[in-house]
T-cell receptor, first 113, second 111 residues
Framework: NAGVTQTPKFQVLKTGQSMTLQCAQD?????MYWYRQDPGMGLRLIYYSASEGTTDKGEVPNGYNVSRLNKREFSLRLESAAPSQTSVYFC????????????FGPGTRLTVL | EDQVTQSPEALRLQEGESSSLNCSYTVSGLRGLFWYRQDPGKGPEFLFT???AGEEKEKERLKATLTKKESFLHITAPKPEDSATYLCAVQATSGTYKYIFGTGTRLKVLA
């Protein structure tokens, strides 16, 4: 099992460019999440998907869109990148049972110039 | 408002010098408290889940404990390979799908 995979690992964008971060999990989990991690601020939730076909906003959704393509895949799109979106992005998934832990991908380090 | 606070922000230990990391939380109701380890340039790696006050979990040199207001991650006789950032997160009963993370404790163990 690969667990949670993310692509790309690194990306540099210019202000105004768009891109999609890809995430896939092979653990048959229902719930998937996108976080960003910035120094001194911890992990902040951007969007989550409780199950296939549903998505909800988290703490910091502005400037992002998501697509739950199927049970395995959950993508994060930046339509018009801004320097404030420079961060490390993590995808996570978890099983449906109450109190279950999240499993994280390796992250995408994004720099917006 | 649900909140998680970790202390200290950073900790330097000599190899073999035991210590504890703290995670204080404020939630309306606790569904679970989670500890993760994060190495530089990698994603968080799950360590423990604690569900109720008084519960304890152990793994090698790590032991996690839980009270109604805080959790401790005790590190006994640490080794340099224990150097990492340790993250604490809570899942509240009010938000079934949401997890609230602390900002972490950066641990450095010197040989």
């Amino acid at each position: 099992n690969a667990g949670v995979t993310q692509t790309p690992k690194f990306q540099v964008l210019k202000t105004g460019q768009s891109m999609t971060l890809q995430c896939a999990q092979d653990m048959n989990h229902n719930s998937m999440y996108w976080y960003r991690q910035d120094p001194g601020m911890g992990l902040r939730l951007i969007y989550y998907s409780a199950s296939e076909g549903t998505t909800d906003k988290g703490e910091v959704p502005n400037g992002y869109n998501v697509s739950r393509l199927n049970k395995r895949e959950f993508s994060l799109r930046l339509e018009s990148a801004a320097p404030s979106q420079t961060s490390v992005y993590f995808c996570a998934s978890r099983a449906q049972r109450e109190g279950s832990e999240q499993f994280f991908g390796p992250g995408t380090r994004l720099t917006v110039l | 408002e649900d909140q998680v606070t970790q202390s200290p922000e950073a900790l330097r230990l000599q190899e073999g010098e035991s210590s504890s990391l703290n995670c204080s939380y404020t939630v309306s109701g606790l569904r679970g408290l989670f500890w993760y380890r994060q190495d530089p340039g990698k994603g968080p790696e799950f360590l423990f889940t604690l569900y109720s006050a008084g519960e304890e979990k152990e793994k090698e040199r790590l032991k996690a404990t839980l009270t109604k207001k805080e959790s401790f991650l005790h590190i006994t006789a640490p080794k340099p390979e224990d150097s990492a950032t340790y993250l604490c997160a809570v899942q509240a009963t009010s938000g079934t799908y949401k997890y609230i993370f602390g900002t972490g404790t950066r641990l450095k163990v010197l040989a």
